[in-house]
């Protein structure tokens, strides 16, 4: 069993210099000589879509820079990657996510994860497609964001890994894995095949975001920077500093269990031993459906025709086609009248659309008692 270390700093703003204080801190206490030894290094962001960084969707290009210079003064080569959902352009995401600035004033390569070759793995039976990138560098560093999570509860860092995935095979793996538990048995897979990889993993919690994330929920200001060099520890953490409990987010156990970590042996600094951060809304992206597979079959059937919830296309619709292009199944439509529509019979609920709008115009349709009973 391991005793692994998280490191929190309260930060209030995107402040570069307390930022880099903060990072080169963490990285110069890594064990392995891994850095002084690899020459070249990636930093994986969460780079959902062309979001500009005050949505607080994805990673702030400040805390990159941070990250960026640290190894830029160790004369790395400095890679800056992922593979953006749906069918935006990812000069377009580059760009209004303020990574095209940073390559501007840095020596670095972005690198679009879609359209880089890559390697068919197997994780236990589970076979996965993962960027080549990750494999030609010697260091990763994997900068997620802090937000809640309409079909997985929590995202961080683990869940920042799916942006390995390339492009549209990131759909392909939600049309084969639509519930919950089959979806993060592949979350797990991809965990499983590259967590050596993986030399450390941070979570820019400066902002975040909470109710309906992690693309539609509210900008939240936690004050929160946290990193690990075990990305289940680091999971662990700051699930619980959300209010999440740990059967909440769905891969959270077996990750730890992996890694042999007991979750009460997680060193934190003295300061957040206990630390639970107030009033966030986690109600709303707490899991649902999954509660159905604890009631007897004879209840079930009863229950959905009462607990149920489905994606809808609001008013604020541009028609931008995003949602239709990137639902795995079909199941959205154009309608006569020039708006999309969500056929809830195809629907398999992966909230891609949700996350993937532009605009936020996908609202989730909830029962009276999914409304009254969020599990
Ligand atoms: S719902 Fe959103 S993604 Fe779909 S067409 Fe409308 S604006 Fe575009
Ligand atoms: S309509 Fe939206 S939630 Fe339903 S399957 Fe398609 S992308 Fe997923």
């Not at 994780?123 to 996965?128: C, D, I, Q, R, T």
Request: contains cysteine; hydrophobic residues 40%; aromatic residues 10%.
């Amino acid at each position: 069993m391991k005793n692994k270390t998280v490191q929190i700093r309260a930060i209030d703003t995107y402040d570069l210099a307390l930022i880099e204080d903060a990072v080169s801190s963490w990285f110069s206490r890594l064990k392995d000589n891994k850095i002084k030894r690899s020459k070249r290094v990636l930093i994986k962001p969460n780079l959902l879509g062309a979001y500009p960084p005050e949505r607080a969707v994805t990673t702030h290009p400040v805390v990159l820079e941070a990250i960026i210079r640290y190894f830029l003064a160790l004369n790395k080569e400095v890679w800056v990657g992922d593979s953006p959902g749906g069918s935006v352009s990812v000069h377009k995401v580059w760009e209004v996510c303020g990574l095209q600035d940073l390559a501007e004033r840095y020596p670095i390569r972005l690198v679009n994860l879609s359209t880089e070759r890559f390697k068919e793995l197997n994780y236990e039976g589970n076979a996965v497609k993962i960027s080549e990138a990750i494999f030609k560098c010697g260091i990763v560093i994997n900068v997620a964001k802090y937000k809640t999570h309409s079909l997985m509860a929590f995202t961080g860092a683990l869940k920042n890994l799916y942006g390995l995935v390339p492009g549209m095979v990131k759909s392909e793996y939600h049309r084969e894995n639509p519930d919950t538990f089959s979806f993060s048995a592949k979350l797990l897979a991809i965990y499983g095949l590259i967590r050596s990889k993986i030399t450390y993993s941070i979570i820019d919690g400066i902002t975040g975001m909470d109710g309906a994330g992690p693309s539609a929920g509210n900008t939240k200001h936690f004050g929160l920077l946290m990193g690990s060099d075990s990305i289940p520890a680091l999971d662990a953490v700051a699930s619980r500093m959300m209010g999440f409990k740990m059967k909440d987010v769905p891969y959270l156990w077996d990750a730890l269990h992996m890694e042999g970590i007991i979750p009460s042996k997680i060193r934190v600094p003295q300061s957040f031993l206990h630390h639970q951060i107030p009033g966030v809304d986690i109600r709303t992206a707490k899991l649902s459906k999954e509660s159905l597979k604890y009631l007897p079959k004879t209840l079930r059937y009863a229950f959905k025709k009462v607990y149920y919830y489905y994606p809808v296309v609001s008013e604020r619709c541009v028609r931008c086609g995003v949602c239709v292009k990137s639902c795995p199944v079909e199941a959205i439509f154009w309608q006569d009248s020039g708006y999309p529509k969500v056929d809830t019979h195809k629907c398999i609920k992966c909230m891609c659309c949700h996350e993937l709008c532009p605009t936020q115009a996908i609202d989730i349709h909830k029962s009276f008692v999914a409304k009254r009973f969020p599990v």
